[in-house]
């Protein structure tokens, strides 16, 4: 129980583990494990089969989206021809840093200015992408709180430009989750989920102290995967989310 509060799983699910342990038989922390690892495996989008393959990566402010897009801009990169694009028209210098990404990823970027409509530069990429064929679309967002209505209503806007080139809109509809954040994570998620259909998660910053346990409940109350764990700010710090794997790192 301690350990689990500890690791930032939260006190209702705490004890909706310590429940089920009750009951269970033999080792102990292997039970645990196991159980922690059921809760974490939701179905993954069974999507990304026709190109363009579209990600967008949403969350709140330092959450680590611009790094998660570089990431993915990069692991795409490794299999066919990928279209970067910044939809974040907030940030003073969001357009350099993507920049800077994209040369190290090796892929073609999209840029915006502060102050354009990010939906309009969405627009925009998505044309390029399906005339030039690209293979894969990588959309970063600004940084945003979720109780902010005017924001959220921003980041609908940017889907529905999305949904007129993919009638089921973004194939990985990403948020992004700081392991460091614990319980007020939870209420985010829930936010952005219900406003774009976000339908997988990765959690970033997991190579901090951070045990990132409240992801347990994001997942199994939202029903959604976390798809892949940020471990770092190069790259390539990028590693696919195994629940078995976490349920041991959280447990030691
Ligand atoms: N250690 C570590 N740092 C990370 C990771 N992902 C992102 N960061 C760092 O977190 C900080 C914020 O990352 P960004 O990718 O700029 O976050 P963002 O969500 O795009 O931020 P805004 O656009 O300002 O909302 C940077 O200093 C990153 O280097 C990770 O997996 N591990
Ligand atoms: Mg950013």
Same mark, same amino acid.
């Given at each position: 129980? &301690?350990?689990? +509060?500890?690791?930032?799983?939260?006190?209702?699910?705490?004890? !909706? +583990?310590?429940?089920?342990l009750?009951?269970? &038989?033999?080792?102990? =922390?292997?039970?645990?494990r196991?159980?922690?690892?059921?809760?974490l *495996?939701q179905?993954?989008?069974?999507?990304?089969?026709?190109?363009p393959? +579209?990600?967008? !990566?949403s969350g709140?402010?330092?959450s680590? /989206?611009?790094?998660t897009a570089? #990431?993915?801009?990069?692991?795409?990169?490794k299999?066919?021809?990928?279209? @970067?694009?910044?939809?974040?028209t907030?940030?003073?210098?969001?357009?350099? $840093?993507?920049?800077?990404?994209? $040369?190290?990823?090796?892929?073609?970027?999209?840029?915006?200015?502060?102050?354009?409509?990010?939906?309009?530069?969405?627009h925009?990429?998505?044309?390029?992408?399906?005339?030039? #064929?690209?293979?894969?679309?990588?959309?970063?967002?600004a940084?945003?709180?979720?109780t902010?209505a005017?924001?959220?209503?921003e980041? /609908?806007?940017i889907?529905?430009? =999305?949904?007129? %080139?993919?009638?089921?809109?973004?194939?990985?509809? =990403?948020?992004?989750?700081?392991?460091?954040?614990? $319980?007020n *994570?939870?209420? $985010?998620? /829930?936010?952005?989920?219900?406003? =774009?259909?976000?339908?997988? @998660?990765?959690?970033?910053?997991?190579?901090g102290?951070?045990?990132?346990?409240?992801?347990?409940?994001?997942?199994?109350?939202?029903?959604?995967?976390?798809?892949? @764990?940020g471990?770092? &700010?190069g790259?390539?710090?990028?590693?696919?989310?195994?629940?078995?794997d %976490?349920?041991?790192?959280?447990?030691?």
């Open positions: 129980m &301690e350990i689990l +509060i500890q690791a930032d799983v939260g006190v209702k699910y705490a004890e !909706v +583990i310590r429940a089920k009750e009951r269970a &038989e033999g080792d102990r =922390i292997m039970a645990l196991e159980e922690i690892a059921s809760l *495996s179905p993954r989008p069974s999507r990304g089969v026709e190109a393959v +579209i990600t967008m !990566v709140v402010n330092g680590g /989206k611009t790094t570089a #990431k993915l801009a990069n692991l795409h990169r299999a066919g021809t990928v279209l @970067l694009v910044s939809g974040d907030y940030r003073d210098a969001a357009h350099e $840093q993507l920049n800077i990404w994209a $040369q190290r990823a090796g892929v073609e970027i999209v840029a915006s200015q502060r102050g354009q409509d990010a939906a309009a530069v969405v925009d990429a998505m044309s390029k992408a399906f005339a030039k #064929k690209n293979s894969h679309v990588v959309i970063d967002t940084g945003r709180l979720h902010r005017d924001l959220m209503e980041l /609908k806007k889907v529905r430009v =999305i949904i007129k %080139f993919r009638p089921d809109g973004p194939d990985y509809n =990403i948020l992004t989750i700081d392991a460091n954040l614990g $319980q *994570s939870i209420q $985010q998620a /829930k936010i952005f989920t219900e406003a =774009i259909a976000v339908n997988g @998660l990765v959690l970033t910053k997991f190579d102290t951070a045990k990132g346990g409240a992801i347990i409940p994001i997942c199994n109350e939202l029903r959604l995967p976390v798809l892949y @764990l471990v770092g &700010e790259i390539e710090d990028i590693v696919e989310f195994d629940p078995e %976490f349920a041991r790192s959280v447990t030691t």
